[in-house]
Nanobody, 118 residues
Framework: QVQLVESGGGLVQPGGSLRLSCAAS????????MSWYRQAPGKQRELVGY????????NYADSMKDRFTISRDNAKNMVYLQMSSLKPEDTAVYYC????WGGGATYWGQGTQVTVSS
């Protein structure tokens, strides 16, 4: 069955860095654009950024584009979110999302908690 499993979350101090990973299985990973979303307590889920199927194109929310980097390894069915210069307002549950080219069912991971606090 389809699975997206995020890992790498945790507690980090302001200004620190963290790398999240998302392991995909059960579908043709290279045929899917991958995105990261986040949801802070009491707020709506928001897009962090996405990466195209081949990994050659990325796009980010304005508040994150200078601090976050998304990459993928299609040979390993993995997508990553490298976060730096973290701020307390980056505290959220971070979700991995897969969307197929041309439309169709999309998939979500279960999320991983990131807490930025001193």
């Amino acid at each position: 069955q389809v699975q997206l499993v995020e890992s790498g979350g945790g507690l980090v101090q302001p200004g620190g860095s963290l790398r999240l990973s998302c392991a995909a299985s059960g579908f043709t990973f290279s045929s899917y654009a991958m995105s990261w979303y986040r949801q802070a307590p009491g707020k709506q889920r928001e897009l962090v950024g996405y990466i195209n199927r081949a990994g050659g194109s990325t796009n980010y929310a304005d508040s994150m584009k200078d601090r976050f980097t998304i990459s993928r390894d299609n040979a390993k069915n993995m997508v990553y979110l490298q976060m730096s210069s973290l701020k307390p307002e980056d505290t959220a549950v971070y979700y991995c999302h897969a969307a197929p080219w041309g439309g169709g069912a999309t998939y979500w991971g279960q999320g991983t908690q990131v807490t930025v606090s001193s």
